[in-house]
């Protein structure tokens, strides 16, 4: 650890700076498997070793107090400056390409953009995206939006980078100022900022009322999961206008953005006719329950990004928590005497077409020739067959 302490300690080292960053990584990425290979041989030894990355890590990180007042702990004045993130996939080349600061109205977080969109990795779940907001504080929210969008621990590996490159701009993680969402139970989505850059960060919190279009108060069940999610896909609809929809009942040609204001009055809408049939049916025949809330789980997981969310992103958990909902109305219809089948559909699109119907073939995202999103899971209930539907990727051969 000498050499590594020693160039630590060189001020205004680019190559310092490229060590901190990956130090930074590594000991994230430790932290993160540490947590499952509870019973890994070399469990002891990588505590070890996580120690000592924070003490080599300890000497550069500054007080929120220091960052307030523009001076290190030694009183020399900070001079914030734009370096590019490296990520794995970077060239030595790409590292070291000169660091230019920011001119004048040009946005702070632009470099810390520009180096995501050269993650390889992440590149395959959100595809050739392009940045679009003005300011940052909106840059913040659409970066950390995107970020809800692919794997959970890939997501937290750049929400650590991400934080650590920001405080190089006089900017420090705000854990309280956050936007609420409606939902049943409160929940950190992401972080805001403050100092150089303020920036409001999102949480999901049970203190404010569902939606009032949903026109449902609380009620301790089931209900209000459903509630909250669809309270959210209805604030996510305002908010990123990078969404999309594939509800067979408003158009079953195609995926559809969602960027105009009149095809999201006509999924909105169908979303919570839906959603309202499911409070109607709440006490009817249990197949009549059960068909309703078939159909309000495909009009959440119509809801989609292109390319589609990996399953295991916060957006994909999300609707997940929806269709896991399904599972007691099944045994209610099923303890009414009903043979029910339900089938969610994944895998390769040739294993299970025949199972649904009037499915949309993608040409972006996904695993060439399997299906993508499951949009509505395979029923059947006593001899009434309701086909799923899928979106799937085109074969290598399409």
């Not at 390409?97 to 779940?125: N, S, V």
């Not at 609380?218 to 996510?236: H, N, P, Q, W, Y």
């Not at 699109?349 to 009037?358: G, M, P, Q, R």
Request: aromatic share 8%.
């Amino acid at each position: 650890m000498q050499h590594l302490s020693k160039l630590l300690e060189i001020e205004d080292s680019k190559l310092a700076w490229v060590l901190r960053l990956g130090l930074y990584g590594l000991r994230t990425q430790l932290q993160e498997a540490l947590k499952e290979a509870t019973k890994d041989p070399g469990n002891s030894i990588c505590q070890e070793l996580l120690q000592e990355l924070n003490e080599l890590l300890q000497a550069k990180i500054l007080t929120e107090k220091d960052w307030e007042v523009g001076r290190t702990g030694d009183g020399e004045k900070i001079t914030p400056h734009h370096p590019i993130t490296p990520s794995p996939h970077l060239s030595w080349e790409d590292v070291f390409e000169p660091i230019q600061p920011a001119t004048t109205g040009e946005l702070k977080l632009k470099y810390i953009c520009e180096a995501l969109l050269t993650d390889k990795e992440l590149l395959q779940y959100v595809g050739e995206y392009e940045f679009h907001s003005s300011n940052d504080t909106d840059l913040w929210n659409e970066l950390q939006r995107l970020l809800l969008r692919v794997p959970e621990k890939l997501a937290h590996v750049w929400q650590e980078r991400i934080l650590a490159e920001v405080s190089q701009l006089g900017a420090l993680e705000d854990k309280f100022s956050l936007q609420q969402m409606s939902f049943c139970r409160n929940e950190h989505v992401y972080s805001g900022l403050k100092g150089n850059i303020e920036a409001k960060g999102l949480c999901l919190s049970n203190n404010i009322g569902f939606d009032p279009q949903l026109r449902m108060e609380t009620r301790d069940g089931e209900f209000d999961v459903l509630a909250g999610i669809v309270s959210t896909c209805v604030k996510f609809i305002e908010i990123d206008k990078c969404l999309h929809h594939a509800l067979k009942s408003v158009d079953r040609f195609g995926v559809r953005s969602l960027d105009s204001e009149s095809e999201q009055a006509k999924y909105v809408t169908a979303l919570l006719d839906r959603f309202h049939r499911v409070l109607a049916t709440a006490d009817a025949d249990p197949a009549i329950a059960l068909r309703a809330r078939l159909d309000l789980d495909e009009a959440i997981h119509s809801l989609v990004y292109l390319p589609i969310c990996d399953r295991f992103s916060w957006w994909g958990k999300l609707q997940q928590e929806a269709r896991r909902t399904l599972n007691g109305v099944v045994e209610k219809a099923r303890d009414a005497g009903y043979q029910v089948q339900i089938r969610p559909l994944w895998g390769t699109y040739a294993d299970v077409y025949t199972w649904s119907k009037d499915d949309l073939q993608l040409d972006i995202g996904g695993i060439p020739g399997e299906v993508s999103a499951c949009l509505r899971v395979y029923a059947k209930i006593n001899d009434e067959v309701l086909p799923g539907r899928v979106l799937f990727r085109s074969s290598l051969e399409a």
